[in-house]
């Protein structure tokens, strides 16, 4: 009896360390590893272990929400674990052990919420479970990219399975353009779910050959069936790389009179004296020496980063930059403090060469806790007891448009990249290509290439270029097929300019949006009351 119950023990051990190592595994798929192949294979165990529990009537076993929430931690601590760079936040007058406390709640709280992610996707598998592996594989891809719509939708959205293919695989990444980044992740799920259950089946077939047939080696499940589901998980690989192979291959088309050369500016301005009259000064002379400079190569317009110039858009034509722009005529974007009310937003501006302050783009997604208090009336005093951030910046109004003198433009601010809806619905609002504006200095390398990695997926799936400039890097241009043309050093001053060519095409996820979850939530929806272990029973023995 003490032998059984360590045996139970140490096999939960084991259940619950293969669950955590698997979604670390997953996790390495993105920077600064970026082992993205490792994402077809690393969400199978987990799988495994949610079917093993439906095949077992030991109540000891583990339950699989919490398998679900271990491996969800797992992936989401290892992808967001760039967030500890935001410590020591000295330059912002936080102490030192406060500032710890701050970014290891940030760290835990995010990847607990994508532990529950994964637990509730976990539990409804079980729960809606009627012993049919294609059932279940179709109920596992409808069900993550059900939960993973209703993630964006909120304000600590990040990591999806999709972007675990950016910036290495091209060609499914093309996918997206057929119906959003969800498209990407439900071919990987799927893979995974085939995978998993063929790897089931093979165990339980050979299982049942030990003991049910053990001289005559017959198993009650075929062969053929069990073998389908490798076939499936192979056709389905090969299938989906071809369609976005299509996709990767269709030409461009540069037609040179729509031809637009722009140039982006690197200030490299750290945090810590950002937001002092010394960081001022330093910016206001990078950004007016960049924007001569670029002026000087015979650029059309001139891009800034995010908050680059760290005051109000009132304030903007006492500056050099302006007067710079009035003297050169060329167009610039600036990125700076827009009014609302009492309260301030994160924004871009359109500059005019005769230095007037036109369009105005204000960022919609804010940083929980770096831009805004989250539950303000609630924790608005605790959090004002912990440090001095003050939360008076506000968001912008969801569905904006940014026209400037070259047509219809698509903005992303910073933490906007990972929200593949902003991007689609301002192409298909008539955006003609991205400008892209951020600050990622108070993170790490990682963050930035993750965040480059985000971007070159909104531009493949709304097949527009993509033109990016951050304060510290990593800078970029994009082509519609995700191929960065160009990309800045890391906490570098540098200035760069690249001919783009603005388009109009619109792909099938811009003029329809993610109508493969929907479709694919309805068919589930109609199937899964058909289906019941009494008619999976009949199949096998027919």
């Not at 050959?209 to 076939?231: A, C, G, M, Q």
């Not at 790389?241 to 009179?257: D, E, K, Q, R, V």
């Not at 770096?370 to 969801?398: D, T």
């Amino acid at each position: 009896m003490l032998k059984l119950r360590h045996q139970k023990i140490y096999d939960t051990i084991i259940y619950y360390t293969l669950s955590l190592l698997s979604g670390i595994f997953m996790g390495t798929t993105v920077a600064p590893i970026g082992a993205w192949f490792l994402a077809w294979v690393s969400l199978t165990p987990l799988w495994m272990l949610v079917v093993k529990f439906t095949l077992k009537t030991d109540k000891n076993y583990p339950s699989p929400p919490v398998l679900g929430f271990i491996w969800g931690i797992g992936y989401h601590g290892v992808a967001i674990s760039w967030i500890t760079g935001i410590h020591p936040m000295d330059w912002l007058g936080v102490p030192w052990l406060l500032s710890l406390i701050i970014t290891l709640f940030c760290w835990a709280f995010i990847s607990l919420c994508g532990g529950i992610f994964v637990s509730v996707w976990a539990a409804l598998m079980v729960r809606l479970d009627r012993g049919n592996p294609y059932l279940r594989v179709l109920i596992g891809i409808s069900l993550w990219c059900g939960l993973e719509s209703l993630w964006s939708a909120g304000p600590l959205w990040w990591s999806s399975l999709a972007y675990t293919q950016s910036p290495y695989n091209l060609v499914i990444l093309h996918l997206g353009q057929l119906s959003g980044p969800n498209t990407v992740t439900a071919v990987i799920v799927a893979f995974n779910g085939f995978i998993a259950e063929y790897l089931t089946q093979r165990r339980k077939s050979a299982k049942e050959e030990r003991t049910l047939h053990p001289k005559t080696s017959v198993s009650s499940v075929p062969l053929w069936f069990v073998n389908s589901y490798l076939i499936l998980a192979t056709t389905l690989l090969i299938t989906s790389h071809l369609i976005g192979f299509i996709l990767y291959s269709n030409p461009l088309n540069f037609t040179p009179n729509t031809a637009l050369k722009i140039g982006i500016i690197q200030g490299n301005i750290p945090n810590k004296i950002k937001v002092l009259p010394q960081g001022l000064r330093q910016a206001m002379t990078a950004y007016t020496q960049g924007y001569l400079n670029l002026t000087n190569q015979g650029v059309q317009a001139v891009l800034t980063p995010e908050a680059s110039i760290p005051i109000f858009a009132r304030n903007l034509p006492q500056t050099p930059l302006l007067a710079a722009i009035r003297e050169r005529g060329v167009i610039a974007w600036i990125g700076a403090f827009g009014e609302q009310d009492s309260s301030y937003t994160n924004s871009l501006f359109t500059v005019l060469g005769n230095g007037k302050v036109t369009s105005r783009y204000d960022k919609s997604k804010l940083v929980p806790l770096g831009e805004y208090i989250p539950f303000e009336n609630v924790l608005g005093g605790i959090i004002q007891r912990l440090s001095p951030l003050e939360a008076h910046q506000v968001p912008g109004q969801v569905n904006q448009i940014f026209d400037t003198p070259f047509g219809r433009v698509i903005i992303g601010i910073c933490y906007e990249s990972a929200f593949a809806e902003n991007f689609r619905y301002q192409a298909a609002m008539g955006g003609k290509f991205i400008l892209s504006s951020a600050n990622d200095a108070h993170y790490t390398p990682a963050m930035a290439n993750q965040h480059h990695a985000q971007d070159i997926m909104r531009a493949i799936e709304t097949d527009r270029w993509a033109v990016r400039a951050t304060n510290t890097g990593y800078s970029a241009f994009i082509n519609p097929h995700g191929q960065t043309l160009w990309k800045s050093g890391y906490n570098t001053y540098e200035t760069h300019a690249e001919t783009i060519y603005p388009r109009q095409t619109q792909t099938l996820y811009v003029r329809w949006g993610d109508w493969l979850t929907p479709f694919i939530l309805v068919i589930t929806a109609l199937v899964w009351p058909l289906v019941s272990k009494n008619c999976v029973r009949s199949f096998l023995h027919f």
